[in-house]
């Protein structure tokens, strides 16, 4: 009797970087049996983080990625390159014993190597394939490439963050990535519950640009509905946001580069904030939100002075002591290693890693009552696993194994 | 052909914060039934408004998070309501809800309350620091989960006398949201093995801590700290503009620049075709750049020398094109160049670009009580078999709830009572 809530799927995985890696994570987190391939051609070089920073020590070489080690946890690693044709052959096996075959490559890419969705159905008729790039597998930018960033930029995320007058300050990191992965994750355990219920597998076309732009709804509406656009000749301030919130920002707090966040929902919290700041905040223009709202520079000036000379935890804590939304914008090294809800959940889970050692990783957000996820064992090396799958579930002979690697199969 | 969800029933007790899950699960196929106070759900009141004019059921901002959802009114500050609610779960697959860690036990509507006669339930909770430990009473909004779980770290400007910078459109709430989607289909699939049911604690705070990429993996694995840089990703070492201007005023990105030497030389005749060659000093590294022998590595770049000069001639170089010409060209002219670049787009921008056109991204959902039909963002992703479909758009207050009611053996004359007594 499987143990954990996934323990019966197995995904024959392509899928790389963070958008296609971060996808089949959450399902190895939660005990699917998720099978990366990698090319020994070049040493599993088309993830770029297969060898890149962050390194845990002065080691390099496609071991070492620290990116690549935390996307790829909890995952069995096989080399096998499709250019030769015993590869080629060797592949069908894989497919034969899989729930799912997922990869983000390029459109086309796995197709042109005799695998599109009808020759992987031949070979299992329910299987689930997934394929997740940019644009799509069709359409007029179809053979178009992205990363995060360009994702973002093009569905607007990146234009809606920033300050006002000012270029747009854009997401500082690949949120579309995750994005892309947690889309994957869903449309992939539907799919398997689609198979659940009918014994239908399907083709998953995944476009992170259109993804992303249904994180963009409401400003899509706005447009669609009452013809107002978003660009504007000032920019957006997404600080101050859409929310009907005065005050509403991120304020300097004292120390270089520390910052401050609060936000006050309603005029109660307002009045508990004033309270606090004193008499300077004893103005009848901030008494209604409709007053905040209309003095907004002078009222977040108000704000901003008062905090600007006070440690931005502290501003926190007082803030919380009376019931309002404030929060220290936190550096990595203080959510990671100081902050309580942080370590009492678990979210930094230690794994072990061949060659890296004890590494800790990002956990999963969520806790299960009954199947609840583990993350324990570090990323595959590069081909670790080649004699557990090709061997172990396939029952091919140490012989045949090592001969392939010798031709440069595996 | 129906969604992936179409065997679910759903029951959503969710504002702002979970409402998104609610619809991921709803667009699938699931029926959603959406549960709110009689007051409706403070979502009504935020704006924009249909025509500007403020009503509970013409907010934008809710028919974008509540589509193919029917809604209900239920007063569960009322006995009778939570005897209601009790029995609308009893009719449900899956509960999930976004309350405060102790309001649906002090409502006696808890997992443990409810999953005693009904062990099949799955009941996800989202809540800003998980129901239980140390944080758990802390308020939060959006804002205030980006600034303390990471995000916002991570973006802003290069200029760091500059507050740091907080995305647009209640991405904290879509990326927790995301996570008990994700995980709530992983406990039906558990469900669909087993017929255990089980509550998932989604912690909102913790839901932002791992969606910071590489910010929270450096400090895991080098101890080191990485710095926010206008338009581009946060580092340690920081790394050359990629935002410029465009000839027509929009802001293009040129993302990670390339570095196969085929497409430096495509670069090159693009300045000459454009005929802006001369005018770009640094043509000649891209020369060099055209006829080396390899691919310039990341290493080579954080390295210095010779190959992390041409790089930064190349990248330099599709920033000069770009004020050459209009964003949307520098888009496609980089694209079919086989290089990663982008246009920043307006979100409505999206809704009229031809391939999310051809692609059918725009879908007409259809409002009978103001006689129109809106163009709603479409679906995230493909699934041909078991299609993604708005059924519906977002309820009226309390449009469903005689409907529903009906369905779990409540008579007409008992729902007039309910309706009497203010309990829906």
Redesign the interface.
Same mark, same amino acid.
């Given at each position: 009797m499987p143990d954990k809530a996934l323990s019966r799927i197995r995904i024959t995985d392509f899928s790389g970087v963070l958008a296609g890696a971060g996808a089949s994570r959450i399902l190895a987190a939660f005990g699917a049996q998720v099978i990366r391939v990698e090319n020994p051609a070049n040493k599993g070089a088309w993830d770029p983080l297969r060898a890149s920073a962050p390194y845990i020590d002065e080691r390099r070489g496609h071991n070492f990625g620290g990116g690549w080690q935390n996307h790829n946890v909890e995952k069995l690693g096989v080399t096998l390159n499709l250019a030769t044709p015993k590869g080629r052959e060797l592949f069908p096996r894989l497919v034969a014993i899989s729930d799912i075959v997922a990869e983000n490559f390029a459109a086309g890419v796995l197709a042109r190597l005799g695998f599109a969705y009808e020759q992987l159905q031949s070979i299992k008729p329910d299987i689930i394939y997934l394929s997740n790039c940019g644009f799509g597998h069709w359409g007029p930018y179809e053979q178009f490439k992205t990363w995060g960033p360009i994702v973002q930029a093009f569905s607007g995320l990146t234009y809606t963050s920033g300050l006002p007058d000012r270029a747009p300050a854009g997401w500082g990191y690949s949120y579309m990535d995750h994005g892309g992965a947690y889309f994957g994750a869903i449309a992939m355990l539907a799919a398997l519950h689609h198979r659940h219920k009918t014994g239908e597998g399907q083709h998953i076309d995944l476009a992170t640009t259109e993804a992303a732009s249904t994180l963009m709804g409401t400003h899509i509406l706005d447009y669609t509905v009452n013809g107002r656009r978003t660009r504007n000749e000032h920019g957006v301030d997404s600080n101050r946001g859409e929310a009907l919130m005065a005050p509403h920002n991120i304020y300097a707090a004292n120390g270089e580069d520390e910052w401050v966040a609060i936000a006050c929902r309603d005029d109660a919290e307002w009045r508990a904030l004033a309270g606090e700041i004193g008499k300077r905040a004893e103005d009848p223009r901030f008494t209604m939100l409709e007053g905040r709202l209309a003095h907004r520079d002078d009222l977040e000036a108000l704000v901003g002075i008062w905090t600007a000379d006070q440690n931005k935890f502290a501003v926190q804590r007082r803030l919380q002591a009376l019931g309002i939304p404030a929060a220290a914008v936190q550096r990595p090294e203080e959510r990671v290693d100081k902050d309580p809800n942080t370590a009492a959940w678990g979210l930094w889970p230690q794994v072990h890693h061949n060659e890296m050692g004890k590494v800790r990783v990002d956990g999963i957000p969520v806790h299960a009552s009954a199947t609840d996820w583990e993350i324990k064992r570090g990323a595959p090396l590069l081909g670790q696993h080649n004699y557990e799958v090709y061997g172990g579930l396939l029952g091919m002979s140490d012989g045949e194994i090592a001969a392939l690697t010798a031709e440069g199969v595996l | 052909m129906t969604?992936?969800?179409n065997?679910l029933r759903v029951i959503e007790l969710c504002d702002e914060a979970g409402a998104w899950a609610g619809k991921?699960l709803a667009d699938?196929g699931a029926d959603v039934i959406k549960v709110e106070p009689p007051r409706g759900s403070i979502v009504r009141?935020?704006?924009?408004f249909?025509?500007?004019e403020p009503h509970p059921d013409r907010s934008?901002?809710f028919?974008?998070?509540n589509t193919s959802k029917r809604g209900v009114t239920i007063d569960l500050e009322q006995a009778a309501g939570r005897e209601v609610f009790r029995n609308l779960v009893a009719s449900a697959d899956m509960l999930i809800e976004d309350q405060a860690p102790d309001r649906m036990a002090a409502w006696g509507l808890d997992?443990t309350d409810l999953a005693p006669t009904h062990p099949g339930l799955i009941m996800v909770s989202i809540t800003p620091?998980?129901r239980s430990?140390?944080?758990?009473e802390? =308020?939060? !909004?959006?804002?205030?989960?980006?600034?303390?779980?990471?995000?916002?770290?991570?973006?802003?400007?290069d200029d760091?006398t500059?507050?740091?910078?907080?995305?647009?459109?209640?991405?904290g709430y879509?990326?927790?949201s995301?996570?008990?989607?994700?995980?709530a289909?992983?406990?039906?699939?558990?469900r669909?093995?087993t017929g255990?049911? =089980?509550?998932?604690?989604?912690?909102?705070?913790?839901?932002q801590?791992? !969606?910071?990429?590489?910010?929270?993996?450096?400090?895991?694995? #080098?101890? =080191?700290?990485?710095q926010?840089?206008?338009?581009?990703? #946060?580092s340690?070492v920081p790394s050359g503009d990629?935002?410029v201007i465009a000839g027509d005023g929009r802001?293009? !990105?040129t993302?990670?620049a390339p570095r196969r030497p085929a497409q430096i030389a495509m670069i090159l005749e693009w300045l000459h075709t454009l005929g802006i060659k001369e005018q770009f000093d640094q043509w000649p590294l891209l020369e060099v750049g055209a006829h080396l022998n390899h691919d310039i590595t990341?290493?080579a770049i954080?390295e210095g020398g010779e190959d992390a000069m041409i790089f930064g001639a190349v990248r330099a170089a599709l920033l000069f094109i770009a004020q050459h010409i209009t964003a949307y060209e520098f888009f496609v002219g980089t694209?079919?160049r086989?290089m990663?670049?982008?246009?920043?787009?307006?979100?409505?921008?999206?809704?009229d670009d031809?391939?999310?056109r051809?692609?059918g991204?725009?879908v007409e959902v259809a409002h009978p009580e103001l006689g129109r039909s809106?163009?709603?963002?479409?679906?995230?992703?493909?699934?041909?078999?078991?299609p993604w479909r708005i059924s519906r758009r977002a309820p009226l207050l309390g449009e469903h709830t005689d409907e529903v009611l009906s369905e779990i053996g409540v008579s007409t004359v008992e729902r007039q009572q309910l309706r009497e007594a203010g309990v829906v």
């Open positions: - | 969604g992936s969800l065997d991921l699938m009141s935020y704006p924009p249909y025509h500007d934008l901002a028919w974008n998070y997992y620091f998980g430990g140390p944080r758990s802390e =308020q939060a !909004t959006d804002l205030t989960l980006l600034a303390g779980g990471g995000p916002v770290w991570s973006c802003g400007y760091h500059l507050a740091p910078v907080r995305g647009h459109g209640n991405q879509l990326t927790a995301n996570w008990a989607v994700a995980t289909l992983i406990a039906l699939l558990h669909d093995f255990e049911g =089980q509550h998932l604690d989604v912690n909102m705070h913790a839901a801590n791992v !969606t910071t990429e590489a910010a929270s993996y450096t400090w895991l694995v #080098a101890k =080191q700290t990485v926010r840089q206008t338009g581009r990703h #946060a340690v990629v935002q802001y293009v !990105t993302g990670f990341i290493a954080e694209q079919s086989d990663q670049c982008g246009l920043i787009n307006a979100p409505d921008d999206v809704i031809p391939h999310m051809e692609r991204f725009a809106f163009i709603y963002p479409g679906a995230p992703y493909h699934l041909p078999a078991s």
